[in-house]
Each structure stands twice: as C-alpha cells, then as structure tokens.
C-alpha cells in the first residue's frame, strides 16, 4: 500500500550505475532508500541532496530480503524546502547511536577480517546506522582505518558522494557517521554472499 509522507534526505552515496539516497519518513520515524517508481536503483542525476526535504508517495519495495529493509519505491515526489542547518545537525543527533565499539556496530552481528560483513544466516533486521565510535578513524587511500599499537586493524570502504578529498584525514572519536551495508554479493567467488560495512557519509 501507498504511502503519503514528508522526508529528509540523510545521505546521497556513489554505486556501480547510479546512487543510493537515504532518507527519514519523518511521520513514521522510518529509514527509507529511495528507488525509482519501478523499484530500480536511481540514476546519477536523481535530484535528492542531502538536508532537502520532499513530499513523496512511496511502497516498500515488493521483494524485501534482511538486513535491506529500507527499500522503497517512489511514485510522486515534490521539493518543499531545505531543512535549516541546526534542524538538521538535531535531527542527526536523535538518530545516533553514541559512544559504540567497531564490533558493537549493527548489533554485532559483523564478521570482521579486517574489512567486515553480514551473511545472509544472521541478519539484522536494517542496513544502515548513524553512530559516534569510540576510536578514530584514519583515512588511506578510499578507506578509513583503525589502528592498534600503531598498525591498521579494521578498514571500512568509503562511498559517499562527498569527495574523498573534501573528507579529513581522521575521523576522531565522536564523528557521526553513517554506516551502511552493501548488497549480498559474491565478492570472491568463493559462492559465498556477503554484505560489506560501508562507510557512507559523516555528519561534522
């Protein structure tokens, strides 16, 4: 069933073909990732920038798989404004999650090998999360790293839309930021499907 709504656009992120946005149904306090009025991915020139506010007519998208459960195809849409800067930064405060552990991040159900993912065996049941670690987070190259004992330990792949170059070198303890799941997909080969952690925006 249709849904009418107001959102927010939280974020706007780089994929193979296209972009992914995400948003807030403001009404229903839910996370959506928009798609086209046919369920597909959408196109590099889809209007949605980050902080905008549209009014939109949405479904959930028909074939639902955990942890992508924000999917949502939409049917009508129309820009009403931008949200005021300090709207915002509350708006992002309310929906993080502060203070966590790489390992506490969507609900530790993480595999980690120094890059980290999901399988589709233990899921959570959403893709995305804002959240405030408790370590920094170097940039190399078009990754983000934590370091133990001054070797790199964890690394998380950035996809933003943000360029990479606008982005600080270090992310300290207590940047929001926006984590995302990429699609299951066979990376190795190995016919194994796995989820990769993103790191798709910050919020400064």
Not at 14 to 32: E, H, P, T, W
Not at 102 to 126: C, I, N, Q, R, V
Not at 166 to 190: E, H, M, Q, V
């Amino acid at each position: 069933m249709a849904v009418n709504t107001n959102i927010v656009v939280l974020s706007r992120t780089l994929m193979s073909g296209g972009v992914c946005v995400g948003a807030l149904d403001v009404a229903n306090n839910k996370m959506l990732r928009l798609l086209d009025d046919k369920a597909h991915k959408l196109l590099p020139d889809a209007p949605y920038q980050v902080g905008q506010c549209y009014a939109i007519k949405y479904a959930q998208h028909y074939n639902i798989r955990a942890p992508h459960t924000e999917d949502a195809a939409v049917y009508e849409f129309n820009y009403l404004d931008d949200l005021e800067e300090d709207d915002f930064d509350e708006l992002i405060s309310s929906l993080c999650n502060d203070n966590l552990s790489l390992e506490e991040l969507f609900d530790g159900k993480l595999l980690w090998d120094g890059s980290a993912h999901m399988e589709p065996g233990d899921t959570t049941d959403y893709s995305v999360q804002i959240a405030t670690l408790d370590c920094d987070l170097t940039k190399s190259g078009d990754y983000f790293e934590s370091f133990s004992w001054g070797a790199p330990t964890k690394r998380i792949k950035y996809v933003g839309a943000r360029p990479l170059a606008d982005l600080p070198n270090k992310l300290t303890a207590g940047t929001r930021i926006r984590f995302s799941l990429a699609r299951f997909w066979d990376k190795d080969k190995d016919g194994n499907l796995r989820a990769y952690l993103q790191l798709s925006g910050i919020y400064e």
